[in-house]
């Protein structure tokens, strides 16, 4: 089934695209950090003009009000953003199906209550939770850029955790319909248990899903980044730098994308660019995403088919079978009965 992912143009894409940000960004800082001019004024046109420049002015896509081309916060952020949303993302399918075989195994009797409790809280916003989970760190961080590496360890567990809790309700639906199978049954019957009945049958099963359900929840993830970027909760933490005489504002320590959707709301109706091209770079990732799983579905639903396929086939044959030996049995009978 992997080797028929490969085979599909819109996963190639957003396998090509990611991979080839990441590249990007991660030979940002040795090789093309330096080579990044800051602006401050500059001729165009015959006319002398400042920061923030116009994509017309600084080509490609311009820059922000300190004279920095936005072309280096996409390159320089997109480990951070994409590279923590893979981890966040990881840790969240890893451990909420190994809590899912601990429910299942040891906490059936607090199980029902525990999903009716997941179940009413998903009319509460994540970016809500996270928020109010996320925004006490700044109150007790004094130097944001030492605890740097400090901080973004306590935003990666505490964003792990709050998307816990639904998957582990989803997949221990999907893992009590696979020890329902017959093969699981079987298997029990003839001692499977513990580990070694979820790592050869269970895990075999649901690996695939698993596949599935990591993609969806990178997008997931990308977009509470986004929503908690508006919320002024960057990745890493923040720093206030000047913009211009008296005027201060928030910067990501990280550049990651959220962040700077985040400073540069209030830019919207001034210099808009500085918003779009952050949320171009996270739109086309999401973008991405979703291609890779919508052909991992398509791939994964079409060896369904086959199997359903085969088994109808099977059976048909069985059928066929049994009627040419009913046959040949009445013909068997009316020979012994003429004799």
């Known amino acids: ?31 093309i950090e330096e080579k990044v001019e ?41 480990k951070f953003t994409i590279v923590i949303g893979l981890i966040i993302s990881l840790l969240q399918v890893v451990l909420a199906f190994s809590l899912s ?18 179940e009413s809280m998903v009319y509460i916003p994540m970016a809500v939770i996270a928020f109010m989970l996320l925004s006490p760190i700044s109150f007790v961080i004094d130097e944001p850029e030492k605890a740097f590496v400090k901080v973004l360890s306590i935003q990666i567990f505490i964003l792990t955790l709050i998307g816990i809790p639904p998957l582990i309700v ?8 696979v020890l329902q199978e017959e093969f699981v049954l079987s298997a029990r019957t003839l001692g499977a248990r513990g580990i070694s009945l979820y790592r050869k049958h269970v ?11 990591f993609f969806q929840r990178n997008v997931a993830v ?17 720093v ?3 913009i211009m005489m008296g005027v201060t ?26 918003l779009f091209v952050p949320l171009l770079a996270l739109s086309f990732t999401v973008l991405a995403y979703n291609l890779m799983a919508t052909s991992f579905q398509r791939v994964l639903l079409g060896d369904k088919g086959r199997v359903k396929r085969s088994r109808k086939a099977d059976e048909k044959q069985k059928l066929s079978v049994e009627g040419v030996e009913k046959e040949m049995f009445v013909m068997e009978s009316e020979e012994t009965y003429k004799g």
């Open 38 to 78: 800051m602006y401050s004024f500059f001729k165009h046109n015959g006319e002398t003009v400042g920061p923030p420049f116009t994509p017309a002015e600084l080509p490609p896509f311009g820059s922000d009000r300190l004279g920095l081309p936005l072309w280096s916060y996409v390159i320089q952020g997109a």
């Open 203 to 213: 895990l075999r099963i649901l690996f695939p899903r698993l596949i599935l359900l």
């Open 240 to 242: 206030e730098r000047e």
């Open 1 to 31: 089934m992997l080797k028929g992912v490969w085979k599909q143009p819109q996963f190639l894409f957003g396998f090509v695209f990611i991979t080839g940000l990441l590249v990007l960004s991660f030979l940002y800082e040795p090789f």
């Open 101 to 118: 075989v601990l429910f299942i195994n040891f906490f059936q009797k607090v199980q029902r209550a525990f999903e009716e409790l997941v």
């Open 249 to 274: 504002r928030l910067f990501s320590l990280s550049n990651e994308w959220a962040g700077n959707i985040g400073k540069a709301y209030f830019e919207l109706m001034v210099a808009p660019w500085i």
């Open 222 to 238: 990308l977009i509470l980044f986004a929503h908690l970027g508006f919320l002024e909760i960057f990745l890493g933490g923040a």
């Open 170 to 177: 989803v997949l221990s639906k999907e893992i009590k319909k």
